[in-house]
């Protein structure tokens, strides 16, 4: 029996993604992930049930906030083998997001034992901040 659990890969995040009744309706890419680093990118593209005014494409900060949990969730659950439980998130949304796209780039900054903490940077197609995150995930697949 392995004890170590197996990592996911980027077309089993992409699949978890998508089969999500929750998250399928964000339309998330996952674009890339480094397990070194512990860190994923993630992109969200626009659609209409997400702007906060119609016709403006100006992102809701509803989807924003479940973006940043998403992502920063499987910042820790690429390494261990699956969803992990929230515990907290935090965000502070620096500038309206107004676009076609916004990406996330989630990096574990701690690991213990039955915790972690997640960073999460959200930017605009210019690569400006837009909004940040910071999650706090249990330590367990689940």
């Known amino acids: 029996m392995n004890d170590k659990p197996e990592r996911l890969s980027l077309e089993q995040i992409q699949a978890t993604f998508d089969k ?13 992930l480094d397990y070194e680093a512990s860190e994923i990118t993630v992109k969200m593209p626009m659609n209409p049930s997400l702007e906060r005014v119609a016709g403006t494409k100006q992102f809701h900060g509803g989807p924003i906030a479940s973006f940043v949990d998403t992502v920063g969730d499987y ?11 929230t515990i ?3 965000i502070d949304y620096l500038k309206p997001a107004v676009g076609d796209s916004l990406t996330a780039v ?8 039955t915790v972690t903490v997640v960073d999460i940077d ?21």
């Open 122 to 142: 959200v930017m605009n197609e210019q690569d400006q901040l837009v909004a940040m995150g910071r999650g706090t995930y249990a330590t367990l697949v689940g």
């Open 106 to 113: 989630a990096r574990v900054r701690r690991t213990g034992r």
């Open 20 to 32: 999500s009744p929750a998250i399928s309706t964000l339309g998330l890419q996952a674009l890339s």
């Open 88 to 90: 907290n998130i935090r």
């Open 75 to 85: 910042a820790i659950g690429m390494l261990l083998g699956g969803g992990v439980p």
